[in-house]
Nanobody, 126 residues
């Protein structure tokens, strides 16, 4: 069974940093692209960043470019999301998702991903 475990969330002040981790089991993370999503209260879930199996295809939503960095450690089957210069607008539950069909970034439609992590809460105080 394919499983994704997101962790690393917490409470941080505006301007601070957090690093999220998405640990994959049941398949090798090197075989699939991993996409991070987030959902703030009363808002739609939105895609944040994606990294392909090779690391050669990396994408960010416009609002996080220059602040967030996605990376992959294939040996640990883990994808990281380094988040710097956090603002209250980044407050959300963050999820990672993947699907064996996609070895490269495949867009930000949550429904297209078979495997979805349980989420980790990120709260940024002003």
């Amino acid at each position: 069974e394919v499983q994704l475990q997101a962790s690393g969330g917490g409470l941080v002040q505006a301007g601070g940093s957090l690093r999220l981790s998405c640990a994959a089991s049941g398949f090798r993370s090197a075989e699939v692209a991993i996409t991070w999503f987030r959902q703030a209260p009363e808002k739609e879930r939105e895609g944040v960043a994606c990294i392909s199996r090779s690391g050669g295809d990396i994408r960010y939503r416009e609002s996080v470019k220059g602040r967030f960095t996605i990376s992959i450690d294939s040996a640990k089957n883990t994808v990281y999301l380094q988040m710097n210069s956090l603002t209250p607008d980044d407050t959300a539950v963050y999820y990672c998702a993947a699907d064996p069909m996609y070895s490269v970034c495949a867009g930000y439609d949550w429904r297209q991903y078979e495997s979805r992590g349980q989420g980790t809460q990120v709260t940024v105080s002003s």
